[in-house]
């Protein structure tokens, strides 16, 4: 935890979102007006349990303050890992179905390098169904123009 800490704290700390996932346009919470980036709280909370750390992980949580923070840095952490991703990670696609199989069980599959390329692939037993980056994009444009002409 502590050693991805400092890079996570670097990416997030001069923006407002890292990764925001496409919901088609819906938008599912509303946006306050807070001066302050939530990414910047974050980095701030978690932080404040960094204060008593001396550099040796063994002797910071050998003494009870030490070990008090860093079990709440540990905690806080995570919540900014998972509140503020830095990466894509894979997902279900819920705007259409498998064309195959006709189930709705797509996987969204982000690039795993540089240079790679998204993959869409069905995860249903027996149905090896895949799609490349355009081929998806393809396939969604007609999905969208299919839903407005509807």
């Not at 306050?32 to 960094?50: H, K, M, N, Q, V």
């Not at 750390?53 to 860093?70: I, K, L, P």
Request: proline share 4%; glycine share 6%; charged share 25%.
């Amino acid at each position: 935890m502590l050693n991805r800490w400092p890079h996570f704290a670097n990416i997030i700390g001069g923006i407002d979102r890292a990764v925001q996932r496409d919901s088609a346009g819906v938008r599912t919470t509303a946006e306050g007006y807070i001066p302050i980036p939530a990414t910047r709280l974050s980095i701030d909370e978690c932080e404040s349990f960094l204060k008593s750390y001396t550099g040796n992980t063994d002797e910071w949580v050998s003494r009870v303050d030490g070990a008090q923070d860093a079990i709440m840095f540990t905690r806080m952490a995570e919540v900014a890992f998972r509140s503020h991703p830095i990466e894509e990670r894979a997902h279900r696609v819920t705007r259409f179905r498998c064309i195959r199989c006709d189930n709705n069980s797509l996987l969204w599959i982000p690039p795993a390098n540089i240079g790679d390329h998204v993959q869409v692939k069905c995860v249903t037993d027996g149905c090896d169904y895949e799609l490349d980056q355009s081929s998806f994009e393809i396939v969604s444009e007609l999905d969208g123009k299919k839903a407005v002409n509807a």
